[in-house]
């Protein structure tokens, strides 16, 4: 009940204007997730063995964007001041080698697939709308986390790195 007035909090405690990037940041990064839980719910509904695979690695990567979105709320130090401490810190920390498991993911797909000639048009079956979604909310999220502000040589800068990969993978 303290967001009444246009503000909210960070996980670290500092409150900011609900249009900052970070909120921004986070909205769009729910959003996605919540595109990707109606894929996993129509995977499940479809039941068979390949579909079932699929949403299981979609609730992987969702884990995976909720913790991206904890360690954005998570700045290390805030416009107030404020830093974060080391325990929550380290509460936020990000799984290595997250992109390299979509690449995995996208070379085992890809082998089952004839080469792409053309543009895909959205659409075909329910989950593949469905994932087409996601796909174009992930798009939006990737061009906000490039405007996502961190301090040059800190360790923000490096995991940022690191997100940018995970998120162009998806």
Known sequence: RTGDKGRSSLFSGERRRKDDILFQLLGQGD?????LGS??????????????????????????????CSF????????????????????????EGMDKMLEKW???YERDL??????????????????HVARGATRTW????VSWPVQE????EIV???IMQFVNRL
């Open 31 to 35: 959003q996605l997730n919540a595109f």
């Open 72 to 95: 954005v709320a998570t700045p290390e130090k805030g416009e107030d001041g404020r830093i974060s401490s080391a325990e929550r810190l380290n509460r936020v920390s990000l799984e």
């Open 142 to 145: 990737e061009r906000l986390l």
């Open 114 to 131: 004839p080469s792409l000639t053309n543009f895909v048009i959205p659409g075909g079956n329910e989950l593949n709308a469905r994932l």
């Open 106 to 108: 996208i070379d085992e």
């Open 160 to 162: 940022k790195a690191q």
């Open 39 to 68: 894929c996993v719910v129509e995977c499940v509904r479809i039941g068979d063995k390949k579909d079932l695979e699929l949403s299981e690695r979609i609730q992987y990567v969702q884990s995976r964007i909720m913790d991206v």
């Open 153 to 156: 040589k800190s360790n923000t």
